[in-house]
T-cell receptor, first 115, second 113 residues
Framework: EPEVTQTPSHQVTQMGQEVILRCVPI?????FYWYRQILGQKVEFLVS????????KSEIFDDQFSVERPDGSNFTLKIRSTKLEDSAMYFC?????????????FGSGTRLTVV | KQEVTQIPAALSVPEGENLVLNCSFT??????LQWFRQDPGKGLTSLLL?????REQTSGRLNASLDKSSGRSTLYIAASQPGDSATYLC????????????FGAGTRLAVHP
């Protein structure tokens, strides 16, 4: 069964450093998403991406965050200057068509630890 | 504003029991509802997707029902096994937004031998 692949599985970074989280969505999917889950809290939406642009973003997704699809297969989330409160599990997801109608496939996540 | 609540927050049962996990949502104008499984420190595995026009979906020992009018869904697990131990999350698309899922806090299930 097709999978969404995320790398690395765990990343430790110092506060103030830039990090890039990488995702390879399912090949025929057109919609891409990032979610995060702070330890002990709900999974929360960050951003959706379609046709090479952001289609929706949450209030969490401020200027410190950016997303990019640098080639035909990768989808990345960049955090420019990490803060302690960015420590969380970050999930990438993709959907063939709009996820609200067809459901989402999630990756296994990247655990980001900011020290 | 869509809110999703899951009850109970935690459940511990002996192996072999049939059990029901509950999910409620405040805005019934949803396209679908999706149930996920999350193992500790791991990703989200989709279990079942129920479209708004459907009343239930089945996959193996899992059966999910949806009652849009009352804002409720249940996940029924038959003949539970220790391998079913995980957190179960339900999620619905955000009201008025096509591409944003709202998650419940989950039910943490422990099935003991």
């Amino acid at each position: 069964e097709p999978e969404v692949t995320q790398t690395p599985s765990h990343q430790v970074t110092q506060m103030g450093q830039e990090v890039i989280l990488r995702c390879v969505p399912i090949s025929n999917h057109l919609y891409f998403y990032w979610y995060r889950q702070i330890l002990g809290q709900k999974v929360e939406f960050l951003v959706s991406f379609y046709n090479n642009e952001i289609s929706e973003k949450s209030e969490i997704f401020d200027d410190q965050f950016s997303v990019e699809r640098p080639d035909g297969s990768n989808f990345t989330l960049k955090i420019r200057s990490t803060k302690l409160e960015d420590s969380a599990m970050y999930f990438c997801a993709s959907s063939e068509k709009t996820g609200a109608l067809y459901g989402y496939t999630f990756g296994s996540g990247t655990r980001l630890t900011v020290v | 504003k869509q809110e999703v609540t899951q009850i109970p927050a935690a459940l511990s049962v002996p192996e072999g029991e049939n059990l029901v996990l509950n999910c409620s949502f405040t805005d019934s104008a949803i396209y679908n509802l999706q149930w996920f499984r999350q193992d500790p420190g791991k990703g989200l595995t989709s279990l079942l997707l129920i479209q708004s026009s459907q009343r239930e979906q089945t996959s193996g020992r899992l059966n999910a029902s949806l009652d849009k009018s009352s804002g409720r869904s249940t996940l029924y697990i038959a003949a539970s096994q220790p391998g079913d131990s995980a957190t179960y999350l339900c999620a619905v698309p955000f009201s008025g937004g096509y591409n944003k899922l709202i998650f419940g806090a989950g039910t943490r299930l422990a099935v003991h031998p």
